[in-house]
């Protein structure tokens, strides 16, 4: 089925066609979410919430870009506003208690690991992701669909809603923001 068969019957309500959609990309928008989000719990939230808003808003997609841009740009969008929203949550945190209803004390979640990471970097890549995390959301988003998800700069731009030099520059700033994270851990481990 070509794309603009898809977004037709997508733009009839066909379940068949949305089926197809979510069979052959969801994979693909999770593994964004979770670049970006670093929890698998809530990458496949937010995976979820992209294909709903995608079924709501296909009549308003104007095919002015490629149809998984489009849904890349909705990953992105729904991934940073959930980071948002639990960065709001979080500096509020200060006014509940050290403990929790039960009276258990409570703890920071593990390092997050990717799981397409091989077991022998496990450390490695759960410092990368570490880093990240830390990194403006401009330069997360984008090095998260250059280096994670392999998309080109052009797909990239189109995402983002940006010029390719700024891409190139938003991906050259990642690149040294995270050699200056990541230094200290390499300059004491190896």
Known sequence: MSENELIALLKQGDRSAFDYLVTNHQVRIYNACLGVLRSQEDA????????VEIYRSINSFKEEAKLSTWMYRIAMTKSLDFLRGKKRKKRFAFMKPLFGEDNAPRYDPPDFVHPGVQLENKE??????????????NQKVAFTLNKIEGLSYQEISEIMETTVPSVESLLFRARQNLKNLLSEYYNSNF
């Open 44 to 51: 496949e939230d937010v995976t979820q919430e992209v294909f």
């Open 124 to 137: 490695t890549a759960a410092q990368l992701f570490k880093a990240i995390a830390e990194l403006p959301e």
